[in-house]
């Protein structure tokens, strides 16, 4: 069966510091990947996705990046943190292809911008 | 752009009981596939039920069923034999060409014993 990991759980970050989250899916081969964005109390927005390695796709210009630098790893980053990057980062996954596919979420991270 | 409506930010029912749940999206596309998904406090979403705009029948899960009514754009969640389980944030969930979901602001849902 497939699983998707999300790490770290909790990150509490200075202003202007880097970031670097990670997703990692198991069971599963070239799966689309996508990052999604939850501000507190309100529903998810997507920030990226992709369709396979060095594939990303932005929907939200910011000052946030993705990479994908393997099958079923995928990374967000920032190099200077604002305080409005503050949420919960959620990774998914569905299945390859173009097809209108399932998402499953990852157990998310909680980041919290000071 | 495709939007969807939840507009119902909170409700609260007795455990046993049922409880609907309303979602309404807007699009002009014929294909198109909607969602339901759970947000326990835990904040992982998980996937209530899947429903395919081409077919008629609603979703069933066990004790999750929607009412489909495509003309009227229309997607409700209903949940029968409530249970303290139950209790979690609801997203509605809309997905057309491609994989990209457009989510709903969500219903808190409060089961109550």
């Known amino acids: 069966s497939q699983t998707i990991h999300q790490w770290p759980a909790t990150l509490v970050q200075p202003v202007g510091s880097p970031l670097s989250l990670e997703c990692t899916v198991e069971g599963t081969s070239n799966p689309n990947l996508y990052w999604y964005r939850q501000a507190a109390g309100r529903g998810l927005q997507l920030l990226f996705y992709?369709?396979?390695?060095?594939?990303i796709s932005s929907e939200v210009p910011q000052n946030l990046s993705a990479s994908r630098p393997q099958d079923r790893q995928f990374i967000l980053s920032s190099k200077k943190l604002l305080l409005s990057d503050s949420g919960f980062y959620l990774c998914?996954?569905?299945?390859?292809?173009?097809?209108?596919?399932?998402?499953?979420f990852g157990p998310g991270t909680r980041l919290l911008v000071l | 752009a495709q939007t969807v409506t939840q507009s119902q930010p909170e409700m609260s029912v007795q455990e046993a009981e049922t409880v609907t749940l309303s979602c309404t999206y807007d699009?002009?596309?014929?294909?198109?596939?909607l969602f339901w998904y759970k947000q326990p406090p835990s904040r992982q979403m998980i996937l209530v039920i899947r429903?395919?705009?081409?077919?008629?029948q609603n979703a069933t899960e066990n004790r999750f069923s929607v009412n489909f009514q495509k003309a009227a754009k229309s997607f409700s969640l209903k949940i029968s034999d409530s249970q303290l389980g139950d209790t979690a944030m609801y997203f509605c969930a809309f997905m057309e060409y491609g994989n990209k979901l457009v989510f709903g602001a969500g219903t808190i849902l409060r089961v109550k014993s």
């Open positions: 429903q395919e705009a081409y077919k008629q």
């Open positions: 699009t002009s596309e014929n294909n198109y596939y």
């Open positions: 992709s369709v396979g390695i060095g594939q």
């Open positions: 998914a996954w569905s299945l390859g292809g173009g097809g209108q596919e399932t998402q499953y």
